[in-house]
Structure formats: C-alpha cells, structure tokens
C-alpha cells in the first residue's frame, strides 16, 4: 500500500498552520490508483451482508458511493446541518475548540440494516463517533467503519473501541 501513499498530496500548514493535510484528490485522480482504494476499502466488507454504506460528507461520498457500488449496497450520506432536505436526525461533537455536528436524514437508516461507514480520514475520532452515533440511534447494525487514512498518532480509534475499524493506510 505503500504506493499509494506516494499519490497523495501532503499540504503543510492547511487548513491552518501546524497541520499537515493529506489531500487525496491527487490518489482519486489516478484511475489504478482510485481502483485499488476502492478495492482495498472494500475487500474486507465484501460477503458481509452489508445492504447500506453511510458515507461522512464530503470526501467520504466519493469513497462511499463507489464502496456502496462494489458492495451492491446503497448509499446514505451523512451531512453538515442544514443541508440535506428533510427531516433529520443530528448528532454534535467536540472539536479542538468548539464543537460541530452532523446530520442524517431520519428515514435513511432503520432496523434490518447492515451498516458500513466510510471517510477518507480518522484523526481524533469525533466525526467517526458521531457518525456511528448516528447509525446506532437509528436502529441499524453496524457492521464496520472503514477508512482511507489513520492518522494513528491522534488515537482516533480510542474513540470507537465498541467499533470494528479497517483503514487501508497508516500513518
């Protein structure tokens, strides 16, 4: 895997100094290179039953949807608030300094669903645990969160010890 660490970009100081973002955009653009993510997302979930992939916005859609595909699933985004156009249900999370929250819609997800969330990154593990948060108050089976990157430095996953966790790349 360690060839596709050298398709992504990393940007020093963005979005703000002191952080070092690891754009994927670069890895996405190159079609092998888009086809073994896919592929390395998806291999570890595949005959699992899974019939729903929540991705988180935004890049998290991009991987989620074509997880979704490979996996025969469909596909349920998790949004910022405000965005999607019923009725939903919210969950907020503490940020460095504040805190944010996520939305999904309230009929997207219920019991009888085997579910699988996916972004493209787990750093400290907030969004990931208000996403599965999300999931579980829904009524679903979570099956697995699943990642791109793991900044694993940020222990993001002391945050969801209750959750199987698959990231394709570390750092």
């Given amino acids: 895997m360690e060839h596709l660490k050298a398709r992504i970009r990393h940007v020093p100081d963005f979005p703000k100094p002191g952080i070092l973002f690891y754009d994927i955009t670069t890895l996405l653009a190159d079609p092998a290179g888009f ?4 592929d390395a997302l998806t291999a570890p979930h595949a005959g699992q039953g899974i019939d729903r992939v ?10 989620a949807s074509a997880v979704a595909d490979r996996l025969g699933a469909g596909f349920v985004p998790i949004r ?3 965005k999607l156009p019923s009725t939903t249900l919210g969950e907020s999370y503490a940020l ?15 019991p009888g669903h085997r579910v699988l969330v996916v972004d493209d990154v787990l750093a400290t593990g907030g969004t990931a645990r208000a996403a599965v948060n ?10 697995a969160a699943a990642f791109l990157i ?8 002391d945050k969801l010890t209750d959750v199987a966790v698959t990231s394709a790349l570390r750092y």
């Avoid at 929540?54 to 991987?63: A, D, M, Q, W």
């Avoid at 999300?134 to 099956?143: A, E, F, K, N, Y």
């Avoid at 793991?150 to 996953?157: D, I, M, Q, S």
């Fill in 35 to 38: 086809r073994e993510t896919i």
């Fill in 54 to 63: 929540v991705g988180i916005e935004s890049r998290g859609f991009i991987l």
């Fill in 80 to 82: 910022k608030p405000g």
């Fill in 96 to 110: 460095e300094y504040g805190t944010d929250s996520l939305e999904i819609h309230d009929d997207a997800l219920g």
């Fill in 134 to 143: 999300l999931v579980q108050r829904l009524g679903s089976t979570l099956h």
């Fill in 150 to 157: 793991e900044l694993e430095f940020l222990k993001g996953r």
